[in-house]
């Protein structure tokens, strides 16, 4: 398959050049860090993959990988270029997708989730989705870093997660606003602190707390604020989802922090107390391949949660 991308007339005659295979390969040994991995990736022999790179370098003008050791470095134009090579043939994938809505091919769409956003705010617009649509649904949880994984590596259509703050935001990934939700503080009744009258950080952090794992992004909000407060939280559970944290709570081992809503389902008989105040609210966004076209159903799907999560 040969790509023209319409340019200057020199540009014009060097993209007509292009094979998507050659792209292919680009990104493969980008990600493997060698030829070797990229040939096996691919099932290409070594010397098909090197003719690939070899044909990019000499149409784009430049050195894109230099050696080191028995792999590869890509150079600081091959990774400028490795971005919008991901996105274009993102593009090119969801041609497919939009074939097969077009001819009736109901396929399945995947899904990527956290247990309490699944069980709270997903569950209602899926069934109302599923009243309109013959796709069948494959709902897996994940928090963002296994969602980010699993769209890149094409095993997700979809992921919904806390939006990140921009300088953690993925080239690769498209956000999409979805909803609002604000951050909490749980606990049992009979708890010292549901007895406060004070919701401050000074007086959350006086006891066990249950939150969500380094790296996840509703651990850096907490981190981040208690840091500039000059709080130290004493952290006696670290989980990989809020559907955790509210079951270490329920178990007595402390006052979780999540983002969710003061009245879901999941915390009924716990006192939630609201953070927005020190916190504020986050937009949890939808997550898709950056350059990939929505499918109608999937669109569809997207447009439904939105609309059902309205208020």
């Known amino acids: ?138 709902l897996r949880e994940g928090n963002n870093q296994v969602a980010e994984e699993l769209i890149l590596s094409g095993e997700a259509d979809l992921a919904l997660t806390l939006e990140p703050e921009h300088e953690k935001a993925s080239p690769l990934i498209h956000f999409e606003p979805a909803y609002l939700v604000e951050f909490l503080a749980i606990c049992k ?17 006086k006891h066990d707390l249950v939150v ?10 907490l981190d981040h604020t208690l840091h500039r407060e000059r709080l130290t939280a004493n952290v006696v559970a670290e989980t990989d989802n809020s559907g955790f944290t509210i079951a270490c709570v329920r178990a007595g081992l402390g006052v979780g922090v999540l983002a969710g809503r003061v009245n879901g389902e999941l915390c009924r008989r716990l006192v939630v107390k609201s953070l927005r105040r020190h916190l504020g609210e986050r937009q949890i966004a939808f997550m898709w391949k950056k350059g990939r076209r929505l499918s109608p159903a999937v669109q569809s799907l997207v447009d439904t949660i939105k609309q059902s999560n309205v208020g």
């Open 1 to 138: 398959m040969i790509l023209a991308m319409k340019h200057s007339s020199g540009s014009r005659s060097r993209a007509s050049e292009l094979s998507v295979q050659q792209l292919q390969t680009f990104r493969c040994v980008y990600e493997r860090g060698g030829y070797a991995a990229a040939a096996r990736e691919m099932e290409l022999s070594v010397p098909t993959v090197w003719q690939h790179i070899q044909t990019l370098q000499r149409l784009y003008r430049t050195d894109l990988f230099e050696k080191s050791g028995r792999g590869v470095v890509a150079t600081a134009m091959a990774a400028k270029l490795y971005t919008q090579v991901t996105e274009l043939l993102a593009g090119l994938d969801s041609t497919f997708d939009l074939a097969a809505d077009e001819q009736g091919d109901s396929r399945p769409i995947t899904i990527v989730a956290g247990v309490r956003m699944m069980m709270e705010e997903i569950a209602n617009p899926l069934q109302q989705f599923r009243q309109a649509w013959d796709n069948p649904l494959v």
């Open 189 to 205: 009744k009979g708890h010292p602190f549901a007895g406060s009258s004070n919701c401050t950080l000074r007086e959350l952090v």
């Open 212 to 221: 969500t794992r380094p790296g996840t992004h509703g651990r850096d909000a």
